[in-house]
Structure formats: C-alpha cells, structure tokens
C-alpha cells in the first residue's frame, strides 16, 4: 500500500512541482514504485518537466469524467522506468476531494508511494485531500511572505489532525541567507515549527534541466538535496549538509 506524501505551499512559485518532479525521480532511481498526481487544474507542468508533452494521452480530468480508469491514465515517465505520472487536466475541471482521495484508494496497491503535487492556491477540497496524507511536506523559500504562509497553513493541517509534517526549505541561496532576509535556518524553522525533512539549493542547473523536460544533471547540488530527502523518507539517517553556489 502506497505511503501518500502531499506536496504543499501557501504561495505560489515555491517549488512544489519541482519538489514532486526531484522527490518522485530519485525515490524512483532508488527502486521504489511511485506515483506523482498532479492537481494543478488548468496548469500543468510537469509533462514538460519529465520531457513528456507530446506523449500525453490522458490525464485525471479523463478519469474524474468516469472516461478512463486511474491506472491507464497514467504514463510512465521516460527518464526513470519506476516512475509514473497522471497529469493535471489542461483545463479547469470540477473535483470533490472525495474523488482524489477514492482514485489514490483505488490505486494505492501499485505503488509505494503517491506523491500529490498540490498546485497553486489552497481551498477547502486541497485541505480536504491533503489532511488524507500520510506525510505532508510543507514547502517555503526564505521570503518571510513565503514563511508566514507556510506557517499559516502548516497551523491549519495541524488544527484539522495531520501532525506528520515535514518542512522543506527551497531555493536557498547564500546571498539571501544571513544578509538580506533571514538570519539564518534556525529562524524559518521556527517561525513555521515544522520539523526540517531538508533544504534546497537554489540551482540554476536543476531549472534549465527541468524547463527543457531532460534528467536533473548528477553534479546539481539540487539532485543531492532530493536524493537526501528521498533517504530520509525512507528512515535513513542522512546528515544535513546546507551547500549553495
Ligand atoms: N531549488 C530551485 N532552484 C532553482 N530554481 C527552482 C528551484 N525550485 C524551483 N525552481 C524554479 O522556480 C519556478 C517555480 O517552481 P515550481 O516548481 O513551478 O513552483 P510551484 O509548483 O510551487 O508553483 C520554476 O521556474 C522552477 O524551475
Ligand atoms: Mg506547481
């Protein structure tokens, strides 16, 4: 039975998708079977990001018409054999979270984990789906409007009964670290009080990667920092190491 990890952010722009796209390739690369579900109707992103735009034939907007089943809407992504994809519909679709979470019911013996990008904005059906999880990672960038939102929402998890977060801090960058707007970690972290699962570096390598749909590069700091996560989702003890350009 899949483990189901919710992706998540107050604002936009944070690195959600990103984070499914890093997170679900080296989960994959490490042999585990996973999915990523993409609920960023209207927007999707991540056919691009895995170098699939044209291969797409279906995605969950066919599945929550009732016109395909979950499992042969989802396609497997090129670039690594274990991983699979149900992409967002292009357009806006009407969703119950009652309908995402029966799909990951449906389909959870297939995998060992289903990572659910959560998309841009929160209203009450993302709250819904997300509290289901079993892990929520709650996504920041040191921007203090990124961390209050974080906090706000990682609150409201809290006050509905998810308790298993982790926090993820993303593009981390040195001129932004100790100068112009955070102290230091120690600050985001206790300003959200999540515990840390890892940080990001900002890296412009994993961006280009991503916006041409090719594998993130073996030397990008970014790859290190999600295959980190990756482990420590898995229970292994890996030691935080903050390294930025
Ligand atoms: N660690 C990072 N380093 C560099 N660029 C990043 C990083 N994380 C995200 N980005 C870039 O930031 C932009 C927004 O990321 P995205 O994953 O689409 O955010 P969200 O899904 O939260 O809206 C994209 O252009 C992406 O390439
Ligand atoms: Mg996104």
């Known amino acids: ?58 995605d ?31 357009t806006l679709t009407s969703v119950t979270a009652e309908q995402i979470v029966e799909i990951c019911r449906s389909i959870k013996k297939y995998f060992e984990y289903i990572i659910i990008d959560t998309g841009a904005g929160i209203n009450s059906h993302v709250f819904n789906i997300v509290e289901q999880a079993n892990l929520i990672l709650v996504v920041t960038t040191p921007d203090p409007v990124c961390i209050r939102d974080a906090s706000l929402m990682s609150d409201e998890f809290y006050n509905r009964g998810n308790k298993s977060q982790r926090l993820i801090i993303n593009k981390i960058d040195k001129k932004i670290i100790g100068e112009a707007l955070v102290n230091n970690l120690d600050e985001i972290i206790d ?55």
Do not use: W
């Not at 679900?24 to 990001?49: N, P």
């Open 1 to 58: 039975m899949a483990k189901i990890i919710a992706v998540t952010s107050g604002k936009g722009g944070t690195g959600k998708s990103t984070i499914c796209a890093g997170l679900g390739y080296t989960l994959a690369k490490q042999g585990h079977r996973t999915l990523i579900i993409e609920l960023d109707f209207g927007l999707r992103c991540l056919d691009i990001m895995f170098g699939m735009e044209n291969d797409i034939k279906s």
């Open 60 to 90: 969950l907007g066919d599945v929550l018409r009732g016109e395909k089943q979950a499992l042969d809407a989802i396609g497997q992504v090129p670039m690594a054999s274990n991983l699979n994809l149900l992409c967002a519909p292009k």
């Open 191 to 245: 300003k959200i009080g999540v515990q840390l699962i890892g940080v990001i570096p900002n890296d412009f390598k994993m961006t280009v990667a991503t916006g041409k749909g090719h594998p993130i590069p073996t030397d990008s700091m970014a790859l290190r920092a999600f295959d980190a996560i990756s482990k420590r989702l898995l229970g292994e003890y890996i030691p935080l190491t903050v390294k930025t350009s």
